[in-house]
């Protein structure tokens, strides 16, 4: 295949970058298309941003360049920049991520810095519910190495990709397939200084509003509640967590933006103190709470 076939003018970066910002800058706007270029060019070429931006007339072989084509037509198509490359980075770990498992949010690294940045005074043993990826018990064990990991998901595709991650990481978590939802759940698990989780919470009357790349290419089971029902993980979660967080412990959930207070008034009602926290865009984001 030559260059033409391609699109591109060259092989030089500045001609392939530029060819990115002309094709995706309408779809994307040229900030995140930037960002897509640095991440590609760390992920296919090893450049850090500074060479990036000091090497600009440098030429890459045909099989690299190639890279690029095919992640330009995937861009085309919405498929997420973390799916091209195959990682995103959540809290300073690398995480890899694949259709099995929701993308790593930003909003939910802010709740993992909160937790870490001193407020969460015992650390003995921690527990993440539905942890898809591993990202949230992953960037816990790295900053209490000493407490003791479980994870839990009811997707055993989710698990596999998810201890990968720990041992890539390095970290060792116990991952166990289990659903928070059902009517057995609870009974092989102990006493815990935290318990956290991101469950699904988003209803099915959003789908409207989200965009291509989550609909399209993150699993509808980390995703989506019923309409008539958005609120039964934490349901579950708030009445497994009664039993099984230890004297003083912490529970903290992402929560659906829209649903804060009635997320609070449940967990009010299940015997909780529950505080509500905004994210850095200002969105209602997570909530902590102690036992009653
Ligand atoms: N924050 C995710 C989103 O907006 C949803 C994550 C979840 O349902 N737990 O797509």
């Known amino acids: 295949m030559n260059t033409r076939n391609l699109r591109f003018r060259s092989n030089r970066i500045r001609d392939i970058l530029g060819l990115f910002h002309e094709e995706l800058d309408p779809l994307y706007g040229s900030g995140e298309v930037a960002a897509f270029c640095e991440i590609l060019c760390e992920a296919f070429l090893g450049w850090d941003r500074v060479r990036l931006l000091t090497e600009k007339e440098k030429t890459i072989d045909q099989s690299d360049l190639l890279r690029f084509h095919w992640a330009l037509e995937d861009l085309h198509r919405h498929r997420p920049i973390q799916h091209i490359v195959g990682y995103t980075d959540f809290c300073g770990c690398r995480i890899e991520v694949c259709p099995d498992v929701l993308i790593p949010r930003p909003e939910t690294e802010e709740m993992v810095r909160w937790i870490t940045g001193g407020n969460l005074p015992e ?55 289990a659903d928070v939802l059902s009517a057995r759940f609870g009974e092989d698990f102990g006493r815990y200084s935290l318990i956290v989780s991101n469950p699904p919470y988003v209803r099915e009357c959003e789908k409207a509003r989200m965009s291509a790349n989550v609909l399209d290419y993150d699993p509808a089971l980390a995703l989506f509640v019923p309409d008539d029902d958005p609120l039964r993980f934490y349901r579950a979660i708030g009445i497994f967590a009664q039993e099984h967080l230890g004297e003083n412990g912490l529970l903290a959930l992402e929560i659906n933006e829209a649903l804060g207070d009635e997320t609070c008034e449940l967990l009010h009602r299940t015997g909780f103190s529950p505080t509500l926290h905004t994210d850095f865009r200002g969105r209602k984001r997570w909530v902590s709470a102690h036992k009653d």
């Open 123 to 177: 650390a003995g043993s921690i527990l993440d519910l539905c942890t898809g990826s591993g990202c949230i018990a992953i960037a816990l064990k790295q900053a209490f190495p000493r407490a003791e990991m479980t994870a839990v998901d009811v997707s055993d595709r989710a698990l596999a990709v998810a201890q990968r991650n720990a041992t890539a990481n390095g970290t060792e978590v116990e991952f166990q397939h």
